[in-house]
């Protein structure tokens, strides 16, 4: 796993999600495992600032009518009826620790659902960077993480899921996608494995 090669794909990190105040917050049952989340990941962002990882936010952003959403079902109805991730509010913005890290994060627009590729440039910026391997963490782990999985796997790219990166709605859902679901086309690894794989090819 080479560095130069490789992205972190990082899925919905936005304050609607992990603001004290998000409005998506308790999606989660232990909102406890969102500040995990929050703190495994930028452990691993900083710890790779200064490789040639790519990273890559793509931030879900809904115009004030929801058109996006106008047959939407499950939770992306919560989403339009709760308000969340409407354009100009501050529950779209990406968190303050991704910004503070200025154009070291490359920013992909135009997710509107589950799968970071669809409506987006994700795929044509991955491919422009010769990127291969990519990683993915961020919400929702049954819905976000494992659409975007799926389709970084079905356009050829080597995929693993960071599992202490990521959350489901509960910890039985974490643990079933991660035994069960991601290892049917992809790798899972906590950050410190992906660290340490990363180190080990540098090396």
């Not at 779209?92 to 799968?115: H, M, Q, S, W």
């Not at 010769?130 to 990683?135: A, Q, S, Y």
């Amino acid at each position: 796993m080479n560095p130069n090669t490789t992205a972190l794909i990082l899925v919905g990190f936005q304050n609607d999600y992990f603001a004290a105040n998000g409005i998506l917050r308790g999606v989660v049952e232990q909102p406890n495992r969102v500040d995990q989340v929050l703190a495994n990941t930028l452990s691993l962002i900083r710890t790779h600032l200064d490789t040639g990882l790519t990273i890559i936010a793509t931030p879900i952003v809904l115009e004030p009518e929801y058109r996006a959403l106008a047959n939407s079902v499950g939770i992306l109805d919560t989403i339009k009826k709760s308000g969340a991730f409407k354009a100009g509010t501050p529950g779209a913005d990406t968190i303050p620790e991704l910004l503070a890290l200025g154009d070291r994060i490359t920013y992909v627009r135009g997710k509107v659902g589950f799968n970071a590729f669809s409506n987006t440039e994700l795929d044509r910026t991955l491919r422009e960077r010769g990127i291969t391997h990519v990683w993915v963490a961020g919400m929702v782990t049954s819905l976000c993480i494992d659409s975007t999985g799926r389709a970084a796997y079905e356009r050829g790219y080597s995929v693993s899921i960071l599992s202490d990166c990521s959350s489901a709605r509960t910890a039985g859902e974490q643990e079933f996608f991660c035994q069960n679901v991601f290892p049917l086309y992809a790798g899972v690894l906590k950050n410190e494995q992906a660290s340490a794989a990363l180190r080990s090819a540098a090396a």
